[in-house]
């Protein structure tokens, strides 16, 4: 037994998920969903997978359980709604949705029909994330008094060519989109460590002068000129975040998290981790302790080294990483994004059995992107502090969730 899951969108980023789908041992059945019939035919070959659909209206009237979403990054919210409407689970790949309208019915949409949403929100799984809840729940920090997130990341480094297959022929339509739109990675890292949410926000972007000219008004479809925008965010708990969505930047990239308590810190540079408190001789180096580069089975003890044979090795997870927790099947599978695929893949589907929200269900997703659609409206407007609307936790955990 297990679910029937169907995979909408077998582009680029599907292909680290439909081996993990495949060999999930709650996973009962595999389709293989695009508009693109040549793709669809090469990715159903490539897998090893017999069962297609032309499109998600087509995958909705099949007997899957659940949807995975992985088409373009500004189709996900109506598509989650679509599915779950047709009385299918969902998981979707960032951003949950681009608009308020969006992301209202999405929650709403979850609410009613009490199916399992979950958002791919890979920083959730990141070695930093993971290392920094285990010591904010242990109260290592103290209360939080500031975090900054960011998310780095120059055209120059790939995004032209992601823009272009994505977009297809009129991709200056969707290239230039404010980067507050895509703030899901650097926010939730702070959210899913502390479980405070953004209230209040204030937004200063950068007026782009790259002589490639997507960030200009009449270029891409929000009139977007800002390539880059810092927000400034009063937080639930009384603390202060800083995010920054940088598109234009002479960096090699990264997702950052820092995090200040009034006892411990964690801070982040690039490529350097590092633990501190008000001793000074506390330093604790953590870069090697938080790569992500894969462990031995044996290495996470004789219990673990049992299950799944002494040298197995989960590719591409850090030594905090909780791998006693997936399936043995993963052993050797693709796992990107610092070791976080293999355990969103495992929690959906575990989520879909037990009829559970996941940790990244709908409410969170819209603390993750919400702060970031209320920012970019806040730097439009040269900085205007604005209000942040919450959408509650999980129906059932602490009440209704809060009217947008
Ligand atoms: N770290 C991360 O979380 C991360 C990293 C990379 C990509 N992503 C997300 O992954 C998503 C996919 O990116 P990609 O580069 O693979 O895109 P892609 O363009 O390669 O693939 C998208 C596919 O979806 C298909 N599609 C669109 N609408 C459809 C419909 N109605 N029915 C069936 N198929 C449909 C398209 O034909 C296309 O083949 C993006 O939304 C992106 O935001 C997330």
Known sequence: MGIKVGICGVGAFANNFIPLFKAHPGVASVTLCDLDAAKLKEKAQLFGIARTCPSLDDLCQTDVDAIA??????????QAVQALKAGKHVYSAVPSAITMEEITRL??????????????ETSYYYPCALYCRERFQKGDFGSVVYAEGEYMHDFDHGLYDVCKWRGGERWKETAGSPPMHYPTHSVSMIVSVTG?????VSCLGVVDRHEDGLFRKGVNRWDNEFSNETALMRMSDGSVTR?????????????????????GSYEEQYGNNIWVTKDRASRQDLTSLLESKGVLARDKGDAMAEKVGGDAVFSGVSTVHPVERLPKEFIGLSNGHRGSHQFLIHDFVTACAANVPPPTNVWQAARYLVPGLIAHESAKRDGELMAIPDFGDPLGTRGSPKSS
Do not use: D
Request: glycine letters at 10%.
């Open 243 to 263: 995010i920054n969505e940088f598109r234009r930047i002479g960096h090699p990239g990264e997702v950052r998290l820092s995090l200040y308590g009034t006892q």
């Open 69 to 78: 979403i992985f088409t373009q990054n500004w189709m996900h919210g109506p």
């Open 196 to 200: 405070a949410y953004a209230t209040h």
């Open 107 to 120: 929650v709403r949409t979850v609410e009613q029909t009490r199916k399992i949403y979950m958002i791919g």
